[in-house]
């Protein structure tokens, strides 16, 4: 991917003013800040935090502070690179399809970056994307156990889930990405079915844990 130039960076702020004028929601009680803390049967990445991390701006990705230890020995991660927030919205129209929430990153920022997934033609292995593109995110939400899941908006077209029609999925995997110009070896991604398709995946559950 290209660096961004001032330019660029314009009309994807004219892109996403765009967006946010469709939706009708507004999400606007937001969460104190949170880590999102991994744990899974790989000892290395078990217990460690997410952090996130540049993608080309305005896009980030989210890494196992496991693999920033190793690329950057003794460095701590800041509070602004593992602080995480989650809005909801304070309207209770039932006509409204408001999902719950979003997930959002470095609200201190002029354009708030929103958690995302971004689909691909190529693998069932899905980056997660945080940035100002995704609108109001991709639905995700923390079960009572404040474990992260992600609700579909709509049954699967083509199977039906051996459990029912459930629509909670918790299918986060830590694989190796290529995102434009950038190479993550432990980044965390959501497999869209079956068995993950890309490099060095590894099965994880993604918690909330207050800052
Ligand atoms: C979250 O809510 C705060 C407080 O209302 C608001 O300032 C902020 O823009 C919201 N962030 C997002 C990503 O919607
Ligand atoms: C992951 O870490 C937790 C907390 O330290 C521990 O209880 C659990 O046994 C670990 N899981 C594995 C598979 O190592
Ligand atoms: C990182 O944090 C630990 C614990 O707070 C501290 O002991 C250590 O000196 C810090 N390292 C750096 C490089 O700041």
Redesign the pocket.
Known sequence: MQQFTSKMLALLAAAFSLVAAQSDCV????SAPFHLRLTGDDARLNGTRLVSVHAGPPFRQLVSEAWLQDTYPGHNQSDISINF?Y?TTSTNDPNSNCLPG?L?WA?EQSW?S?FGIVSSLASNVQPIEVSPMQGDGSGVQFDEEGKLFQRARSYSPVTQEEEGYNLNHYKWFICATVYGNYKYGDALTWVAGGEPDGKNCRAVDVTREWA
Request: glycine share 0%; proline share 18%.
């Open positions: 999400y606007d009680v937001q927030y809005n979003k959002h609200p708030p929103v």
